[in-house]
């Protein structure tokens, strides 16, 4: 059944209130950096007058007859007896609703402007709406109430954030909000239970409070993923990850071997490792772990989803995960005793990846020793392939994504074999050694330089990789 938000200011009458993003650009912005459509919006990213990085979302205006009219249509849906399930099933109440209040003549003088709306606080995200379809903007957070929602947007990290011109008129609208967006992951929140971690329905992340006693006030932070994961051809060209990196990782994946991608929040690790296990052969069974759905290789026919929220449950996971034999185990972040079941599957010839929150290889060895037994620790040495450290780094005024430095594992220590600008020792590794002793290639730096060449041959996009992979396993 449709729900719909009403109005607090006027609950008693059941009125519906429309708010309109829109933003006077011209006497903000100091200096407008970019703009563009997110249809029917406009969205400006600038420099107000006072230095603060801005995203402004204009959207079509509704002039005050219009917005009585969407009061009206609102309020009349609200109170009928329309069962909508779908889009199509609102364009059609809607269309009822018009002949039965018979504004028809008005109507048709809104009606692309008012479908947006009703659409809009219908199905979609509200005042939220643009920040959800614009598909540069990875992150959407609120502070405080009394702040305007701020974005990370992936084509201005060096601002951190963009501060928007979305805020709330009160804490209750705030909760409104966050109890709407909890609706839609089919979880609840409330006073009782005042905090929330789930998925949306397009596997956005979310975290939410509601405030008081957990918070100061209603917060939430939305993690955005791209409808299909973006391919390590797309990585290479904006060059988040070296080309020869890629080719490793590639045959470590053949060989079976552990490796692991470390970095602060924010870095890109898991888009990072979701472009690394589609370079596997598409018909191993690849089985992950998660407490959110964000790896996913979408088109392949044994890839398997397991979830669990806590240590423990993830460990139950990927027991029984070890039980449906894969051929790469991953955990998509490790915080605790789910890292056995990692070692484990690499003892019993699967192989596993994962990752986790660290700056230096150091820091996730000390994380180790403290979350293994040492007979565990001892065997996951052994099998470990690589670390990969991803950072956001400065370059000039812009600041990107890279892959700064990948270490192996070797007689105890980890060793750099890549520095980002600095040095590239991969061709002398060990693990390059082992992975031919692994996989019997008798020159494994020849087959690195093909697989390199291979990958420089493939056009970007996910399913450019996939048909490029088929061919080369000829599968």
């Not at 400006?44 to 002039?63: Q, S």
């Not at 219009?66 to 099933?89: A, P, Q, V």
């Not at 100061?216 to 993923?225: D, H, L, N």
């Not at 890549?418 to 020159?443: F, N, P, Q």
Request: charged content about 30%; glycine content about 6%; proline content about 5%.
């Amino acid at each position: 059944m449709l729900r719909l938000r009403r109005s607090s200011s006027s609950a008693s009458t059941q009125r519906f209130e429309l708010q309109q993003l829109r933003a006077p650009v011209e006497q903000l912005c100091f200096e407008i950096i970019k703009e563009y459509k997110i249809d029917p919006s406009t969205v400006t990213i600038c420099i107000d007058k006072h230095g603060v990085p801005r995203y402004l979302v204009n959207e079509p205006e509704l002039d005050e007859e219009g917005r009585r009219l969407y009061s009206m249509i609102m309020e009349h849906m609200y109170t009928s007896t329309f069962r909508i399930d779908s889009e199509d099933e609102l364009r059609k109440a809607l269309e009822e609703v018009v002949e039965d209040l018979g504004v028809r003549p008005w109507y048709e003088k809104y009606r692309e402007i008012l479908w947006y709306y009703i659409r809009r606080d219908s199905f979609g995200y509200g005042v939220l709406d643009t920040l959800f379809r614009d598909p540069d903007v990875e992150d959407i957070e609120l502070s405080d109430w009394r702040r305007p929602v701020t974005v990370v947007h992936r084509g201005f990290l060096g601002f951190e954030a963009l501060v928007t011109n979305v805020s709330f008129r009160s804490e209750e609208e705030a909760r409104s909000v966050i109890e709407r967006l909890a609706l839609k992951t089919g979880r609840s929140i409330s006073l009782a239970k005042p905090e929330l971690h789930a998925a949306l329905p397009e596997g956005y992340r979310i975290a939410a409070t509601l405030g008081d006693p957990v918070s100061a006030s209603p917060t939430f932070s939305i993690r955005k993923f791209p409808p299909v994961p973006i391919d390590v051809i797309t990585l290479i060209n904006e060059e988040v990850v070296d080309p020869k990196i890629a080719a490793l990782v590639w045959l470590l994946n053949d060989a079976k071997m552990f490796y692991v991608v470390i970095g602060g929040s924010g870095s890109g690790k898991t888009t990072l490792l979701n472009a690394l296990l589609q370079l596997s052969n598409p018909m191993w069974k690849i089985v992950v772990v998660q407490d959110i759905p964000e790896l996913r290789l979408p088109s392949r026919p044994r890839f398997i989803q397991l979830f669990g929220e806590s240590s423990e449950e993830q460990l139950k996971r990927c027991i029984t995960a070890l039980r449906y034999r894969p051929d790469i185990l991953v955990v998509g972040e490790v915080r605790g005793k789910e890292i056995r079941a990692l070692v484990r599957a690499v003892a019993s010839g699967s192989g596993s990846a994962t990752t986790f929150h660290a700056a230096t290889p150091g820091e996730f060895e000390m994380a180790l020793r403290n979350l293994l037994p040492r007979d565990l620790f001892v065997m996951l040495s052994l099998n470990a392939g690589v670390a990969l450290f991803i950072s956001k780094i400065r370059e000039g005024r812009k600041v990107v994504r890279r892959v700064v430095a990948v270490y192996e594992r070797c007689n105890g220590s980890w060793n750099t074999i890549y520095v980002y600008g600095r040095i590239d020792a991969i061709e002398r590794s060990t693990t390059l050694k082992r992975i031919g002793e692994r996989l019997r290639i008798e020159d494994p730096v020849e087959e690195l330089k093909r697989r390199e060449e291979f990958l420089k041959s493939i056009p970007s996009g996910y399913d450019n990789v996939e048909h490029f992979l088929k061919k080369f396993y000829g599968v």
